[in-house]
């Protein structure tokens, strides 16, 4: 059975930065599209961003296109998600997911794993 696991997530002011991990086990990891999810009390889970198996197609929401950054480093089995400028409407818990095949998508119906998620505030 695949498992993420993330980390990173915390309490940050308005303007500051936070990096979130998700840790992939197995050889599953390298076949698989990465992306980052978030969600906040009430509503459905929205995209963030996504990585394809290479790490050289990404794919980012409006909302965080210019102050996020998805990577990812096969050696250790690791995506990441730096989160720059954060502002309060950040705040949420974040998701890893993953999918087969090398199609990115912002569907969260379209990723089969998923991370028990990371709580990410952001302080005005």
């Known amino acids: 059975q695949a498992q993420l696991v993330e980390s990173g997530g915390g309490l940050v002011q308005a303007g500051g930065s936070l990096s979130l991990s998700c840790a992939a086990s197995?050889?599953?990891?390298?076949?698989?599209?990465m992306a980052w999810f978030r969600r906040t009390p009430g509503t459905v889970r929205e995209f963030v961003a996504a990585?394809?198996?290479?790490?050289?197609?990404?794919d980012y929401a409006d909302s965080v296109k210019g102050r996020f950054t998805i990577s990812r480093d096969s050696a250790k089995n690791t995506v990441y998600l730096q989160m720059n400028s954060l502002k309060p409407e950040d705040t949420a818990v974040y998701y890893c997911?993953?999918?087969?095949?090398?199609?990115?998508?912002?569907?969260?119906?379209?990723?089969?794993?998923w991370g028990q998620g990371t709580q990410v505030t952001v302080s005005s």
């Open positions: 997911a993953a999918r087969w095949g090398s199609t990115l998508s912002r569907r969260p119906d379209a990723y089969a794993y």
């Open positions: 197995g050889s599953f990891f390298t076949i698989h599209v």
């Open positions: 990585i394809g198996w290479t790490g050289s197609s990404t």
